[in-house]
């Protein structure tokens, strides 16, 4: 349920060749005129066309969608065999941790050095960790593996989404997306079912030994059908050959040290210690240090990681303001009702993923239909549909009736994603048909990382909240505590188990009243700070060997070739941009 850009490629499905675009139709969207001129795509491939690297996308997609799910149902037996039970938590937040905080590096390398080596380097980085976690002898190890993992995981979720936006075509990048989706909506059903299997049959192991045959697979397919066009070379000399890339590494530690403190803080918090203990000041007061020391490193860096442009574009910093408000309102369905289905529903564990897994059906089907909304109305509004819908179904919760049927929460769910679908990918595909190709690998790269720390402060925020409801109505005691108390209704009274599934049942709506303040805020942020017209590049601005050039030249696009002029019957290249772009503001750009 994620992203993309781009430009029409002509002539791209294997042939070889390239046609010249036909004058004079005018496209839908309003934000991207068809009056500009086609060119070849900025990533290509082999003659064998898209087919076998959409393939490899999609199997590294799902290495990254199976590994959370299929581990969680797997933690039973991991524990029996490693024990370590008071930290087993760190199995999924140092992956966490590891995966966010590399984001941003990645995406900077994605921009410097390419898409391909980063994808092949962070696979095989995933793989390496795998099989470290499969040897793993006790559980500080396999903690420690998982964050091996995790640095590999990083540069996939990343290169995925920026490789997407390079292969396809603004128009078809729903295509693509879809596809990714239905990874995620495959994995999130048939995950717990298969890490259930696998440790219950034959041993916990071989869940992270399975990721070697399909990471070898994808790792092939990247290998031989994914080819990056060729950059100007310093050694190659001449007046427009760039300088040898700079990586800025101080920036990089200085960014992972600072992501690594205050996510801790965030994940760790009221859960391992008090939120006003002081480990907790601690590590908010070392993130918050760090941080500074972070911004100061970064404006003196040549090539810094997280640019200062990030947070100087209108259209930028609304998409990493709303999907960020996006990451913190996915809490509420993703974390808290399956909790909510067993506890109040007194559904099994099997029956609460599919009342969850009905909002993952929808979103993918909504997302792939986005670009005939959004090549009509344009990018801001259609999310702004999907927003308004949204916190419409997040304020319906609350009101389902006690304890109530099974198919209401998943109706709800059903038309979550839908609403999702229709918010989400627009953003996405318009923010990266913002930026050139030497900008991409960041610009999504930072939606991404925005997106994930929403997470972590969401599960902070909510947790707190159901915590102190829980705490109001029972005089104590959390919400995973009494679900597991509620498991055996038996050694319950009556009396006792109505009173401890209302009190969930309160928690979860008031989490779920925090998710549609959520939403409300990422609606005012597309209201009140998004353009209306996302300011699009021309075609010629997106190439790989026609990089972003300084100064003000680079805030406005140019408007495509001349007029044209005489009686040739050959057509010329259509004209640059819409009016929509040639529009925007200094501002947008810079």
Not at 15 to 36: C, I, L, N
Not at 179 to 208: E, K, M, N, Q
Request: proline share 8%; with cysteine; charged share 15%.
């Amino acid at each position: 349920m994620y992203d993309s850009s781009g430009v029409r490629a002509t002539g791209f499905r294997g042939t070889g060749r390239t046609g010249p675009a036909v004058p004079g139709r005018q496209g839908r969207d309003p934000e991207v005129s068809e009056t500009t001129p086609r060119r070849t795509a900025a990533a290509a491939t082999t003659p064998h066309g898209r087919g076998p690297v959409v393939a490899a996308l999609m199997l590294v997609m799902g290495l990254t969608a199976l590994d959370g799910t299929v581990v969680s149902t797997a933690v039973p037996q991991i524990v029996g065999d490693l024990g370590g039970l008071s930290v087993f938590s760190w199995l999924f937040s140092g992956y966490l941790l590891a995966v966010t905080v590399t984001l941003p590096v990645y995406g900077k390398l994605c921009d410097t050095f390419g898409r391909k080596p980063v994808l092949i380097a962070g696979t095989v980085l995933f793989l390496i960790g795998s099989l470290l976690c499969a040897t793993a002898w006790n559980m500080a190890s396999l903690i420690a593996f998982r964050v091996v993992q995790g640095l590999g995981g990083g540069a996939l979720q990343g290169t995925v989404q920026t490789i997407a936006a390079d292969l396809y075509p603004l128009k078809e990048r729903p295509r693509i997306q879809a596809r990714l989706s239905t990874v995620w909506a495959t994995a999130s059903v048939a995950g717990p079912a298969a890490g259930g299997l696998l440790a219950g049959y034959a041993d916990w192991r071989w869940i992270f030994l399975l990721n070697l045959p399909v990471g070898l697979l994808a790792l092939w397919l990247i290998g031989r059908h994914l080819v990056e066009p060729g950059r100007p070379s310093a050694a190659a000399g001449g007046p427009d050959a760039p300088a040898r890339p700079a990586v800025d590494w101080p920036g990089a530690l200085a960014v992972f040290a600072t992501g690594a403190l205050l996510l801790t803080a965030l994940v760790q918090g009221g859960v391992a210690w008090p939120w006003l203990s002081a480990p907790s000041l601690g590590l908010f007061g070392g993130a918050l240090v760090l941080g500074a020391v972070t911004v100061l490193v970064e404006r003196r860096a040549t090539e810094p990681i997280i640019p200062g442009w990030i947070w100087r574009r209108r259209t930028i910093v609304t998409v990493n303001l709303a999907l960020g408000a996006l990451g913190l309102l996915m809490v509420a369905p993703t974390v808290f009702l399956p909790t909510y289905a067993q506890a109040v529903l007194g559904l099994g564990p099997i029956a609460a993923g599919f009342v969850l897994s009905a909002m993952t059906l929808s979103w993918p089907v909504t997302a792939a239909l986005s670009n005939r909304v959004y090549g009509r109305i344009g990018f801001r509004l259609t999310a702004v549909i999907g927003i308004t819908l949204a916190l419409l179904v997040l304020l319906a919760f609350p009101f389902l009736p006690f304890p109530g049927e099974p198919w209401q929460p998943a109706l709800l769910m059903l038309l979550l994603g839908g609403a999702l679908g229709f918010f989400q990918l627009p953003l996405i595909v318009g923010v990266q048909s913002t930026v050139p190709y030497g900008e991409r690998g960041t610009t999504t790269a930072s939606v991404l990382f925005c997106r994930q720390v929403g997470q972590s402060v969401g599960a902070a925020l909510f947790g707190a909240v159901a915590n102190a409801v829980l705490a109001a109505r029972l005089g104590g005691g959390d919400l995973d505590g009494l679900a597991r108390a509620l498991d055996a209704p038996g050694s319950l009274a009556a009396g006792t188990a109505d009173a401890l599934r209302r009190a969930v049942d309160a928690a979860v709506d008031h989490v779920f009243a925090g998710a549609a303040a959520a939403a409300a805020l990422a609606l005012l942020v597309l209201l009140t700070v998004a353009p209306r017209r996302f300011p699009v590049l021309p075609d010629g601005d997106d190439r790989p060997d026609n990089p972003p050039r300084p100064g003000p030249s680079r805030a406005t696009p140019t408007h495509g070739a001349p007029p044209r002029t005489g009686t040739s019957r050959t057509a010329p290249p259509r004209t640059g941009t819409s009016r929509t772009e040639a529009d925007r503001t200094e501002a947008d750009r810079t």
